[in-house]
């Protein structure tokens, strides 16, 4: 059996810590990658919504799930020996590999087989673990941090703007952090 990643939160505290840890470092993602697109104060407006921040933020957060990946045998194996847990499983049954997260604050593993693409079915299973648990479990982190977030971006690069006015040199030469 083979484990990756280093988020396994045992709680939901623990999960909503981790979810909403993960909300500034995907702010700073995508603010960096608007200015290395070099986004003008407008486009950043327009471009730039809570729904983009809201998303960098779930990739960001499923990117650290603990995954178990093996056989069919040790993930029913596992299943034996946590018989309280529901489980999720897409994919088909009768494939020989599969890959597993377990929620422990919520008695639920979520598993996605596959056959010869491991790392296919990890970016599967953590997209299935967030919407079928965290999603489920964390609900109303989704937006409103991130279009809060993002009104006050939108409105520092505005200022920013200002600032330089009718020398407009773009949006990462005036040394802001938008």
Known sequence: MRTEGTLAPDTHEEAREAFEAAGPVAQRVVRETARAMAFDPEEYR????????????????????RVHSGTRAEFDEWCADHDAYEVVEVGSPN???????????VERVVAASYQDERDAAVEILR??????????ELDGLDGAAATDTVAAERAEADSAAGERGADERGPDTDGSDR
């Open 46 to 65: 327009e471009r730039v919504t809570g729904a983009v921040v809201s998303t960098a933020r779930d990739v960001l957060f499923s990117s650290r799930l």
């Open 95 to 105: 494939v020989e590999r599969v890959v597993w997260h377990p929620a422990p604050f």
């Open 127 to 136: 997209r299935q673990a967030l919407g079928r648990v965290y999603r489920v």
